[in-house]
């Protein structure tokens, strides 16, 4: 069934090649393991990544670029996953999880991660100054926990 | 239509089983027991030992070398006392979908249950996912399929979400110097709602379907310059939701200046959470943040970085600014950093009326990892200028120890402790397995 779900995408696509790019895809991964700690592309890549277009050292992980993935991640998956499995992303990204990113990983202080500390009483300042912060996250998942206090009305 | 589809994964993945064993495979499994007691005057002394099993893995390389299958979820039972919600048992798949690549173009066909983030749009969907490279600059992604549920809001039977999806991004790349993208996507109508407040919420266009528009740029005119950002807007609203752009200058090789520019209009960007049009009374704010940042790594072992962030919303404002050191040494086997940040809020962010929203926050951590064993330490404090709840502070100290049995399997622990506004005493341990293998020596890990 799937093979054939599969082959009935792929005779239309195939009939079609001419519409597709020639350039070859990125690989699937990085050749090697990068070891620890934050990965900087630019130190060992010089130019542009092909097929994205963009300066190797666009990608590497400064604090700035820590900070502001969403935006990166957004546009080039294919260069996400040249190192990271989808498990990686999910360790604060998920539709459904219980466990704080900082708790599930206490032993890894080094990495960036949300809601450290007590972050219950963080929660009311934070909520009010920026409430778009909380959304991206909570807004139309993951908000369980939220929803067993703040069952509507009565916030700013 | 979701039960087909589930046994269609299923069936994916039992096919594939005989493949993946010769196919390039990463695992990556995490056992966590958590322990913690809540004893308050008053209340009944509870014990909770909630064991947790997250379980990833990735199968590369299968049948012709350009297929894979992925997956990832997780699972809790309660050892002692109900932890979390009212069931003992809980969980979820992330995910878990077969993937094909092409050769060229980019090209990837997607089929499962996955994350998509394309342009403006990060959706949840079982479904189809397609993405290619097309002549001349331009690229596609489209995706469709069933909405990935979640937990049903209180007194309702659904979580808000429209049953199904479709959306895509468009895109337009010239030179490495500009790439401009249109991204949409459209969730079937919202669903109804059965209390009383919540009719409300939809009868007053406070809540509705999710259906937004957008368009997002990057753009590199110098190699020091590089500016990216998006814009959307809700189609049911007709009213535009998020602005958000970032500009990035480097004028030296390890000196990088951002400065960020966004604007939410709430009712606008909420519109299709059934929690957040509930949760805010004014939905007609309009939010603001702007900022800046400079990160310095003065060499391969220490990196400095500073920022600033100014936040405007019609109830008040606020500012937070701060810097942090980050040390690697001992060729990365040493990680340690310090912060320190302040939040200078107006009253109206505070926690109650009397109190203040501004605190100081301080963190240090070190961390030790060699092949053998690993530790960590963690302490970060938020010092109130007001005290709320007759406290002055609210800090955490986390320590954690952990040996790797084989390259692959690690076992560690965590105990944590502090004082906060909530607990007089918050005293928690863990304890937590791991297994992370890479059987190909590509990429990571992770």
């Known amino acids: 069934m799937v093979q ?102 206490g032993n890894r202080p080094d990495r960036e991660l949300i809601h450290r500390g007590d972050y219950v009483s963080l929660h009311m300042i934070d909520g009010k100054s920026d409430p778009t912060s909380c959304y991206r996250c909570h807004g139309r998942a993951n908000n369980e926990k939220c929803a067993a206090c703040h069952r509507g009305g009565g916030r700013r | 239509m979701k039960k087909n589809l589930y046994r269609l994964l299923s069936a994916v993945f039992l096919m594939a089983l005989p493949a993946a064993a010769l196919a390039d495979t990463s695992v990556d499994s995490a056992t966590i027991f958590r322990f913690s007691q809540d004893s308050r005057p008053g209340f009944q002394k509870k014990d909770f030992t909630p064991a947790t099993q997250f379980l990833g893995a990735d199968f ?7 297929l894979s299958l992925h997956l990832y979820g997780w699972g809790r039972y309660d050892l002692a006392d109900k932890s979390y919600n009212n069931d003992r048992a809980d969980g979820a798949l992330t995910y878990a979908y077969a993937q094909y690549r092409t050769d060229q173009a980019n090209g990837l066909i997607r089929f499962g249950r996955f994350f998509i983030n394309e342009g403006i749009v990060n959706e949840h969907v079982d479904g189809l996912n397609v993405r290619s490279d097309l002549p001349l600059g331009f690229g596609i992604s489209a995706f469709g399929g069933a909405t990935v549920h979640t937990v049903h809001m209180p007194g309702e039977i659904t979580d808000g979400k429209g049953d199904g999806l479709v959306g895509g991004r468009l895109h337009y790349r010239y030179k490495g110097m500009l790439e401009l993208g249109v991204s949409g996507v459209y969730e079937s109508d919202a669903p109804a709602l059965n209390q009383a407040s919540n009719q409300q919420l939809a009868a007053s266009g406070r809540f509705g379907s999710h259906r937004l528009l957008g368009g997002d740029v990057w753009l590199n005119p110098h190699r020091m310059v590089e500016i990216m950002g998006h814009s959307s807007y809700n189609a049911e609203t007709e009213g535009v939701a998020e602005h958000s752009y ?138 109130f200028k007001e005290n709320i709840n007759n406290k002055s502070s609210a800090w955490e100290v986390t320590g954690s120890l952990g040996c790797r049995l084989t390259p692959a399997l690690a076992l560690s622990g965590d105990v944590s402790y502090g004082k906060n506004p909530q607990f007089v005493d918050d005293m928690k341990g863990l304890i937590r397995l791991t297994y992370n293998m890479n059987y190909t020596g590509k990429g990571g890990t992770k």
């Open chain 1, 4 to 105: 054939i779900a599969l082959l009935a995408a792929m005779v239309p696509l195939a009939a079609c090649s001419w519409m597709f790019s020639p350039e070859t895809s990125l690989p699937g991964r990085h050749p090697f393991d990068l070891g620890e700690g934050r990965a900087l592309c630019g130190e060992c890549h010089e130019g542009r990544i092909k097929g994205v277009g963009k300066p190797f050292a666009s990608f590497s992980h400064s604090p700035e670029f820590v900070r502001n993935h969403r935006l990166r991640a957004a546009r080039d998956e294919q260069v996400c996953v040249l190192c990271h499995h989808g498990s990686f992303c999910n360790d604060c990204h998920a539709g459904k999880t219980e466990i704080k990113p900082s708790v599930k990983l």
């Open chain 2, 60 to 66: 590369e390389k299968l049948g012709d070398g350009n």
């Open chain 2, 246 to 383: 970032l500009l990035n200058v480097k004028p030296l090789k390890d000196l990088v200046l951002t400065g960020e520019f966004n604007e939410y209009r709430d009712r606008d960007l909420f519109f299709s959470s059934i929690f957040f049009a509930g949760l805010l009374d004014n939905l007609n704010d309009r939010s603001r943040t702007m900022g800046g940042r400079a990160s310095y790594e003065l060499n391969r072992m220490v990196e400095i970085s500073g920022d600033f962030k100014h936040f405007t919303r019609e109830i008040g404002k606020a500012d937070r600014f701060g810097g942090d050191i980050r040390f690697a040494l001992l060729d990365k086997a040493l990680r340690t950093g310090v912060g320190y940040h302040y939040l200078r809020a107006s009253r109206n962010f505070a926690v109650a009326p009397s109190a203040s929203g501004s605190f100081h926050e301080a963190r240090a951590y070190a961390m030790h990892d060699t092949k053998s064993y690993f530790a960590a330490v963690d302490a970060i404090g938020y010092f």
